[in-house]
């Protein structure tokens, strides 16, 4: 990693460091309030990850002058699952007037919305990114947040707490068949002007 970076990589780095710290710290507050043996798994899995993600950062930042790749680790979401579809009499939902009413809908809810605000922050910031090596973790990190996302969204969705509504069939396929592949012979007649207009150049 370079020893500088730029003034706005590194303003990116720390909104997205104290993002986790927020992160780590929200997710300790929801631990009393799981019931679900499941639930209080992934929920102490990803924090721990979530805190060796921080560390790695933290410390790729402390030892900019290290040779060699940092990286972070890679979570590894369950591709085995099928999501349920469509609405199964969904039960109203409101804020709680009481932190005692907080409950594992609440707390998965509350885990997914950190990722996802992760994910963004993460991506973006890397976009921003001059050093490939900041980038690169800033990357995976996303990743890492949008897998992290998946695994409480498919917890959510098999206790129903998160369904997907449907399309009726008809509308969905007029909508997904508005679009169509372009021809090969266009992408062959683009390539050539391109040729030509470099030639002339």
């Not at 410390?59 to 040779?67: G, K």
């Not at 085995?80 to 009413?101: A, E, K, M």
């Not at 921003?128 to 990190?141: F, S, T, V, W």
């Not at 996303?142 to 009726?168: H, L, R």
């Amino acid at each position: 990693m370079n020893q500088q970076l730029g003034a706005h990589e590194l303003m990116e780095v720390h909104e997205v460091l104290t993002n986790s710290i927020n992160k780590i710290n929200h997710f300790q507050m929801l631990q009393p309030y799981c019931q679900d043996p499941q639930l209080k798994n992934i929920l102490q899995n990803q924090l721990n990850f979530i805190i060796n993600e921080y560390n790695s950062i933290v410390n790729l930042l402390n030892n900019r002058t290290t040779t060699g790749n940092a990286t972070v680790g890679n979570t590894r979401p369950n591709t085995n699952f099928s999501p349920t579809y469509g609405l199964r009499n969904p039960s109203p939902v409101q804020p709680n007037t009481s932190i005692n009413q907080m409950d594992d809908r609440d707390v998965a809810s509350a885990m997914l919305g950190c990722h996802k605000t992760s994910a963004t922050m993460k991506m973006h910031a890397a976009l921003e990114c001059a050093d490939p090596q900041l980038r690169n973790i800033l990357i995976q990190g996303a990743k890492n947040c949008a897998d992290q996302a998946y695994e409480i969204w498919q917890y959510m969705n098999s206790k129903g707490y998160y369904q997907v509504p449907t399309f009726k069939d008809m509308t969905a396929e007029t909508f997904t068949n508005v679009y169509q592949p372009v021809s090969s012979t266009i992408n062959q007649m683009n390539q050539q002007n391109i040729n030509t207009n470099y030639n002339m150049i």
